[in-house]
């Protein structure tokens, strides 16, 4: 198998990747039967961007377009936009640093489907940007049917991004997510009508998105923003404000400075 070399000068990537072998080393060791699916995907490899070019390929790969298609298609993807593997460490140390139930890097990385959507996504955008939309679209149908996650090729995603549980997720084409951003399962990101035209949320720094909830339209969530499990926003929600409710509607007082990272999902003064 051959190594890519996809390494970059990130602080961020350098952090993870070297934590990341280390851990996959340990277990390596202590697990032996997952011994050749550690070194295959991260102990043979380079760099992080390498392992996770290898990992998603043989995650996304079916009988019509195989693993090593998939793998020249994702280098390709993170050779055009090189910001994929620096935020996919970001990714890693959002998700190592907001959920109590991760114990490490290496679990995350190999079985959190939220993680694995997000860099699916990545690599999807960079292809829709170079004009290859059709591979983008092959990519988010995969990552949909295989994560239970849909995100439009065509919609922005900052780093630091968390998505937790995963399952459920969707976000229309003119989307934009913020940086340092922490949703959950069975949040839909959506529009209002079917014109041909900026039709989606755009969705600050710092946010917090509790399950189930919906936020459609063409509306501003401000940063550092906390919307409660369930609700439906459909209006614009300023910085620093929690919501709740059918239609939702401001609750609590002012939000934490930093829900997205706190994961704190009380309601403060309201509860």
Not at 42 to 61: R, Y
Not at 221 to 250: F, M, N, Q, R, Y
């Amino acid at each position: 198998m051959a190594k890519l070399n996809l390494a970059t000068d990130s602080q961020a990537d350098i952090c993870v990747w070297s934590n990341l072998k280390k851990e996959a080393a340990t277990y390596a060791t202590k697990e032996v039967a997952l011994s050749s699916l550690l070194h295959a995907t991260i102990l043979d490899q380079e760099s992080l961007g390498g392992a996770l070019v290898n990992h998603l390929s043989e995650k996304l790969a079916t009988p019509d377009f195989s693993t090593l298609k998939l793998r020249k298609i994702l280098t390709e993807a993170i050779e055009a936009d090189k910001t994929i593997v620096e935020y996919a460490a970001k990714d890693l140390l959002a998700v190592k640093e907001r959920d109590p139930a991760c114990t490490s890097y290496l679990q995350a990385f190999l079985y959190f489907k939220g993680f694995m959507a997000i860099q699916t996504y990545r690599c999807s955008h960079a292809l829709f940007k170079a004009g290859r939309d059709l591979l983008a679209f092959h990519l988010q149908n995969r990552s949909s049917e295989l994560f239970g996650v849909d995100i439009n090729p065509a919609a922005r995603i900052g780093h630091g991004i968390m998505l937790d549980h995963a399952t459920g997720f969707v976000m229309g084409e003119t989307s934009v997510v913020g940086n340092d951003c922490s949703i959950l399962q069975g949040v839909t990101l959506g529009g209002t009508g079917k014109a041909d035209e900026d039709r989606h949320p755009k969705v600050g720094n710092g946010v917090l998105i509790g399950a189930g909830a919906s936020v459609l339209g063409n509306i501003k969530i401000g940063d550092s923003a906390k919307i409660a499990a369930g609700s439906v926003v459909l209006g614009s929600v300023p910085s620093k404000c929690t919501v709740a409710g059918v239609p939702a509607k401001p609750v609590g007082g002012k939000c934490c400075e930093e829900p997205s990272k706190s994961m704190d999902q009380t309601l403060g003064e309201a509860t």
